[in-house]
């Protein structure tokens, strides 16, 4: 296992990139902690695929280094860097059976035969086809030999990483759920470094101690799944982060105090004078419809079983407010407030800090 470096890594697939546009994968700087599940989250053409394909090997970034604890492998080639991929789609042996597909990285390296097949045995019962060890994987579904490739991806034991790219594409859903609590438990089990890349909020905070967001080939956050919902650093991940995801209202901002339309709403925190498109963000969860506050005009109310989504209009604009389950929604709700201490404030998309509090 290692802990991997990115410095000043950027690529463009382009031969002579002239401005930023031109580069898939924006400046980057990030340690990968040895021994964490990250999950690489961003909408499909962000970029994810291009930075995993760097970090083992299959692309050579067009400008910085990568280290595996310390030591440059920039030029390495994949199979100097001893890292298991799987991709999004299966990559297996048709001829082979599923047992001799699995023991392939093992006896590659040279593994003893009892060992092969112990492992062997271990990662078919992970994956679910212990009764299917014989068979070849040519008339496999495509479920089953994705399967065959995760198992594939975990069999080493030895590797300094694992990578997944959308690996649960093909797999049905309830497999799915298993499959990632398996993977779980095996990063609980061999506290290997593993990058889960995905497009979908659920299985990357479902899956990780750290979300890395990718947005248009930059990363714009790394942080819990807890920092992604309060303290979103940019509004791409509030909008994308959270179910309605968070609502982005035009203002100006003072100190502790927010002007929204001539409205004036308290902050919970000093955010000194910020410059630029300046907008207070606010999840969902932390508004509350009734008596007091700004005029909103509600339009919809969708039940979604835990809670209701309540679709309002807020100044012209639609704001999406979460109520119980068991609240009635009816006419007298007329106004919305604010929880003052949930409030962020961006300018130009980027959370402004609050003074004074330590960047909390
Ligand atoms: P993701 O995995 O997040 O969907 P990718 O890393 O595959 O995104 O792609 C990022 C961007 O790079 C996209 O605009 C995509 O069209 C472009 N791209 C990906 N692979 C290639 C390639 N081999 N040649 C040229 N452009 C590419
Ligand atoms: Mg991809």
């Avoid at 990139?17 to 990968?32: I, S, T, V, Y």
């Avoid at 995760?150 to 690996?167: K, Q, T, W």
């Avoid at 303290?231 to 995801?245: D, E, K, L, M, Q």
């Amino acid at each position: 296992m290692a802990r991997i470096t990115l410095e000043n890594l950027a690529h463009s697939y382009l031969p002579n990139p002239q401005g930023e546009e031109d580069f898939a994968l924006k400046e980057l700087n990030h340690d990968w902690i040895d021994g964490e599940a990250y999950a690489l989250l961003g909408a499909s053409g962000c970029g994810k695929s291009t930075l995993l394909n760097i970090i083992s090997g299959l692309l050579e970034p067009s400008q910085g280094r990568i280290l595996f604890d310390g030591q440059d492998v920039t030029h390495a080639p994949t199979a100097e860097r001893n890292i298991a991929q799987v991709f999004q789609f299966p990559v297996v042996y048709d001829t082979m059976t599923v047992r001799e597909n699995l023991a392939f990285p093992l006896k590659n390296r040279g593994e003893d035969a009892s060992y092969v097949a112990r492992r062997v045995q271990e990662i078919a019962r992970m994956i679910g086809m212990e009764d299917v060890l014989d068979r070849r994987a040519r008339g496999l579904t495509a479920d089953a030999k994705q399967k065959i490739s995760l198992g594939r991806g975990m069999v080493r034991e030895d590797v300094n990483a694992l990578l997944f790219d959308e690996p649960l594409t093909v797999i049905d859903p309830h497999m799915k759920w298993e499959l990632r609590t398996q993977l779980k438990s095996l990063h609980h089990e061999f506290g290997h470094t593993m990058i889960y890349v995905t497009h979908d909020q659920t299985e990357a905070l479902t899956f990780a101690d750290k979300v890395v967001v990718m947005y248009d080939g930059r990363v714009v956050q790394i942080g819990t799944p807890e920092e992604l919902f309060e303290r979103p650093a940019h509004t791409f991940v509030g909008y994308f982060i959270g179910s309605p995801g968070m609502n982005v209202l035009p203002a100006t901002v003072t100190g502790h105090r927010a002007t929204l339309a001539g409205h004036e709403v308290a902050l919970g925190r000093d955010f000194g004078r910020p410059e630029g498109n300046v907008a207070l963000g606010v999840r969902p969860e932390y508004l509350r419809l009734g008596a007091e506050g700004l005029p909103v005009t509600v339009k919809r109310v969708e039940d979604v079983g835990r809670h209701k989504i309540v679709r309002a209009e807020l100044f012209g604009q639609e704001i999406s407010v979460i109520a119980a389950e068991d609240e009635e929604i009816g006419a007298d709700q007329t106004r919305v407030s604010f929880d003052p201490a949930r409030i962020n404030v961006y300018a130009n998309d980027w959370r402004v800090t609050p003074q004074g509090q330590g960047g909390a």
